[in-house]
């Protein structure tokens, strides 16, 4: 099994970014996927969530109304979009799949999740 982060890169203020979390071994379409950041020093941080069936979102109050989550069938992704990112946003951004398919407030702790992807740089700059 392995998740994969992607789409991470150098963007500014005002711009917009777009990450997509990809998965072999397993049907991303039946789990709970989240996205966590990290920056050196500290834990990881929840950042967004979303039910296997999509039907279902939860948002770190640091990121409402400027990142949404959602999935992909065709590509059968689960993707972030970033948009009006802010430099306190920069961080390594990480995707997660949950077996229990549906968000529940343990859904903001690292250990709700079953498995991670390795990570993508996200920096932005004024």
């Known amino acids: 099994v392995q998740l994969q982060a992607s789409g991470g890169g150098s963007v500014q203020t005002g711009g917009s970014l777009r990450l997509s979390c990809s998965a072999s071994?397993?049907?991303?379409?039946?789990?709970?996927v989240g996205w966590f950041r990290q920056t050196p020093g500290n834990e990881r941080e929840f950042v967004a969530a979303?039910?296997?069936?999509?039907?279902?979102?939860l948002y770190a109050d640091s990121v409402k109304g400027r990142f949404a989550i959602s999935r992909d069938s065709v590509k059968n992704t689960v993707d972030l979009q970033i948009d009006s990112p802010k430099p306190e946003d920069t961080a390594v951004y990480f995707c997660?799949?949950?077996?229990?398919?549906?968000?529940?407030?343990?859904?903001?702790?690292?250990?709700?999740?079953?498995?991670w992807g390795q990570g993508t740089l996200v920096t932005v700059s004024s």
């Open positions: 997660a799949a949950s077996r229990s398919g549906i968000i529940s407030s343990s859904m903001l702790n690292s250990y709700a999740y079953d498995y």
């Open positions: 071994g397993l049907t991303l379409s039946t789990y709970a």
């Open positions: 979303i039910t296997s069936r999509g039907d279902s979102r």
